[in-house]
């Protein structure tokens, strides 16, 4: 005999479903049901709230994309938002909103990159204007391809997606987002002390990703007469005198023809022009009579000291250019196009050209003009090419680069040595409190004063040496590889 089943919910009135997680028929149904209440104004008020936010999040991410692919057309409008607000503005509601309505833990890529560049206690702040600027252009790249992703959501076969995007752009721009993945998520992880940071963080430590083929393309002495004497030819004597300190003073780019910053920027200078001003290059004021340069290096700010005598291309230039009375003061690197310091695009630019014309290939960079301190004694005789097969066997050899890529200080190998002694043994996961804690009051180590939170540089280094693996909250093991 069959009994008819009475409904579940017969009798009982059911709970508003959170307006965030309705469709809009829901939303009105919704509505509809509450006429005969009070509070149908105010859940009524909730929702067009909601819809506003919605459609700046909407509007935000579509100018994105047009500004990325570079659509002009016309955004629509709406009569409340007359006065669109940038994208910047946009993100920071989609922040407040996410916390509000779904927690931290679902937080977005865009938010995370968003918090990353405008927390006063991020990294982010203490970068240079150049440095700055180079981070940003891969922000946006990270966030246009997953920034409407949710933290907690986000897994494997997504980054490995995102990675495939962006080899197109090649392999070592591929390798450097996420590189900068890592930092915002090592962000997440220690300033925010964000969970869903933390199970990311874990993720990515167990993934590896092909890196790009280090530059084997070398600059050689005799390419470096040839582009000085082209440089004369064409009129760009302060090109040449540039190539010459690069390549015998073994100096950056920047070093030598400075750079041009925002006024707001921190830094004196007394060469301002069009809201910029200038700073770091190769100032007359600081060669002294017996041609000693003393200069502080822009990314290091190490103080160096050169004897130009001792660099008989830079010698040349000065004895064709200035004689025996070189100017006193002012940047030592001039454009003869605009009476001012290069900008940093348009000297490679022209740089680009002159070599072009002395028949140095493309792939023969400005950058690879640092020359070791073996290299310092090269083509003493200049535009001469018979005596250049007197000169040194080095210098028509191509100049030996430095090498590449980060080195340990001496106190991160010392934490790391003792962290794997710590945790050799243990059964279980160790918080990074406890591994603090430890190196504190076993090792005589000195963390910088200017550290504000050393607990938290140390689960970067743990993080970046591949030698633990990272368990979230729960802390570190040792990582055993096969």
Not at 49 to 58: A, G, N, T, Y
Not at 111 to 136: A, C, F, I, M, P
Not at 335 to 341: K, W
Not at 369 to 381: D, E, I, L, R, V
């Amino acid at each position: 005999m069959m009994t008819s089943q009475k409904p579940r919910n017969c009798g009982k009135r059911s709970r508003m479903k959170d307006p965030a997680l309705m469709t809009h028929a829901e939303r009105m149904s919704a509505l509809t049901r509450e006429l005969n209440s009070s509070s149908c104004v105010a859940k009524a008020d909730k929702m067009l709230e909601l819809i506003k936010h919605e459609w700046l999040d909407i509007r935000g991410v579509r100018d994105m994309a047009a500004r990325r692919h570079g659509d002009t057309t016309p955004a629509p409008t709406m009569s409340f938002a007359s006065t669109q607000p940038p994208v910047e503005a946009s993100l920071e509601r989609q922040v407040q909103r996410s916390e509000e309505l779904q927690g931290a833990d679902k937080e977005s890529v865009a938010s995370l990159v968003h918090r990353y560049r405008t927390d006063e206690n991020s990294s982010y702040q203490k970068l240079r204007y150049g440095t700055r600027q180079s981070y940003d252009s891969r922000l946006r790249i990270i966030e246009a391809d997953l920034g409407s992703k949710v933290l907690s959501e986000v897994k494997a076969p997504d980054l490995l997606l995102a990675y495939q995007e962006w080899t197109k752009r090649g392999i070592t721009m591929a390798h450097g987002l996420v590189g900068m993945l890592r930092m915002l998520v090592n962000y997440g992880t220690t300033v925010l002390d964000n969970d869903a940071c933390q199970r990311l963080s874990g993720i990515l430590h167990n993934m590896r990703f092909k890196m790009g083929q280090p530059r084997t393309t070398r600059i050689t002495a005799a390419q470096v007469i040839a582009i000085r004497k082209e440089a004369h030819r064409l009129g760009f004597r302060s090109l040449a005198l540039a190539q010459a300190l690069q390549f015998g003073l073994m100096l950056h780019q920047r070093d030598v023809i400075g750079e041009w910053i925002p006024e707001t920027e921190p830094g004196d200078s007394d060469l301002r022009f069009d809201g910029l001003k200038w700073l770091r290059g190769l100032r007359w004021e600081e060669i002294d009579s017996n041609l000693i340069l003393r200069h502080t290096t822009s990314k290091r700010k190490k103080k160096i000291e050169s004897d130009l005598r001792k660099a008989p291309m830079v010698m040349e230039e000065l004895r064709q250019q200035y004689g025996d009375t070189p100017p006193q003061n002012g940047p030592v690197i001039v454009s003869e196009l605009t009476g001012y310091p290069y900008k940093a695009h348009d000297f490679r630019a022209i740089w680009r050209r002159v070599a072009r014309a002395a028949g140095v290939p493309d792939d023969v960079r400005n950058m690879d003009s640092q020359a070791s301190a073996t290299n310092k004694a090269t083509a003493s005789n200049g535009f001469d090419s018979d005596a250049q097969a007197n000169s040194p066997p080095h210098a028509t050899e191509t100049a030996p680069r430095r090498k590449s890529g980060p080195r340990r200080s001496e106190l991160t190998e010392r934490v790391i040595q003792m962290t794997r002694e710590y945790l050799t043994g243990k059964k279980g996961p160790v918080a990074t409190a406890q591994i603090f804690q430890f190196l504190i009051e076993n090792g005589d180590l000195k963390f910088p004063e200017h550290w504000k939170t050393p607990q938290y540089k140390v689960h970067g280094m743990l993080s970046h040496s591949h030698q633990f693996r990272s368990h979230g909250r729960a802390g570190w093991t040792l990582e055993h590889r096969q």
